[in-house]
């Protein structure tokens, strides 16, 4: 008997048009990144767990591409727990949580305001609390999402960061148009994925452990897919930079420990290329994805995906082949995607 579509592979397919929804409202992510060029901040903290994480590591680098910020993803425990009398004064504080009742991070921001942080929210859900601890709340806009695995919440949050980073830089509009043609993208790219990855899900149905290697603004990507490998199929996936992987993790190599690299068009492809040579040397099977998928030597598997209008905004596409193949891999192996064991689409780990 056929298995039913599940939530999780819905809300893929749901990712255009939740990005077409929040460009509807532009007007607030202006708003928010004239507040935040008034303040001129010396540097732009960024807080989030999970997916959240991931788009944390992106946003590092789209502050620092598109506006020239220093942005960094900062430690909620220095001061949550340990009470680290850290100086916010001149600090812009986006913290990222899809439900915005993290309680960490809550914790977090109502810190960092009362020492001076200029503090943004990002969230899907306006009578959350990060909404209410947050000076400004800028909502995702993406719509109910019921599987546990975030998808179109992340892509919102990834949009949100390069927007906002636009928009502080007085180069709002450009992004946006860049986005609106990531969403035409995505939506045309989409059939002929999901098609793809079903025959390589198959293949990888007994694999126990998996590499995902990213570099640059990719790094946020490669942590992305690996945790929906971890969370929706049950796999030890971890995500390591390309120069990372000689640091210690190629040892652990070998013809059974599949990788998974992810390659853009930009000055961090020839470091990519290495490490997937690396990789394919120590009798790894590569996956290439990504706009530069064909860039990569001896990938026995390419999931390419199109070359965005916009290099920040590659992310925002390389991620789909990575949950695309989470859910048909989970499916593969008799898992449900949409309610993974253990799991709750609302965590309050602190």
């Given at each position: 008997m056929n298995q039913p579509e599940g939530r999780f592979l819905a809300e893929i397919h749901e990712q255009p048009a939740a990005l077409?929804?929040?460009?509807?409202?532009?007007?607030?992510?202006?708003?928010?990144?004239q507040a935040c060029a008034e303040r001129a901040p010396s540097v732009l903290r960024l807080v989030g767990h999970g997916s959240s994480d991931a788009a944390a590591t992106y946003g590092v680098y789209a502050f620092g591409l598109v506006a020239g910020w220093t942005a960094l993803r900062d430690s909620v425990s220095?001061?949550?727990?340990?009470?680290?009398e850290v100086d916010f004064s001149n600090s812009v504080v986006v913290a990222l949580s899809q439900s915005g009742r993290t309680p960490d991070v809550v914790s977090y921001?109502?810190?960092?305001?009362?020492?001076?942080?200029f503090t943004i929210g990002v969230t899907n859900d306006a009578d959350s609390e990060l909404a209410r601890a947050a000076e400004l709340t800028l909502l995702l806009h993406a719509g109910e999402e019921r599987a546990v695995a975030a998808s179109k919440t992340l892509a919102n949050t990834f949009a949100v960061l390069a927007l906002l980073a636009g928009c502080a830089a007085g180069r709002g509009d450009e992004v946006a148009a860049a986005v609106h043609g990531v969403a035409e993208q995505m939506r045309n790219a989409?059939?002929?994925?999901?098609?793809?990855?079903?025959?390589?899900?198959?293949?990888?149905?007994?694999?126990?452990?998996?590499?995902?290697i990213g570099r640059g603004i990719e790094l946020g990507t490669a942590r992305e897919i690996a945790l929906k490998l971890t969370e929706t199929c049950r796999i030890p996936?971890?995500?390591?930079?390309?120069?990372?992987?000689?640091?210690?993790?190629i040892a652990a190599v070998d013809a059974m420990f599949p990788v998974w690299t992810i390659a853009s068009m930009d000055e961090c492809l020839p470091a990519l290329v290495a490490a997937a040579e690396l990789a394919r040397k120590a009798g790894a099977t590569l996956v290439a994805s990504g706009s530069a998928a064909d860039k990569v030597p001896g990938a026995e598997l390419r999931l390419p995906v199109p070359e965005a209008p916009l290099p920040v905004l590659s992310p925002l596409l390389s991620v789909v082949p990575g949950q695309l193949f989470a859910a048909a891999l989970s499916r593969a192996k008799g898992l449900d995607a949409d309610q993974p064991v253990g799991l709750t689409k609302v965590t309050l780990a602190q």
């Open positions: 077409e929804s929040l460009l509807g409202h532009l007007d607030e992510i202006q708003a928010a990144g220095l001061s949550v727990y340990y009470g680290a921001v109502e810190h960092a305001r009362k020492r001076g942080a989409l059939p002929a994925l999901e098609d793809a990855v079903a025959p390589i899900a198959t293949r990888f149905a007994y694999v126990g452990r998996m590499y995902v996936a971890e995500s390591v930079t390309s120069t990372d992987l000689s640091h210690g993790p």
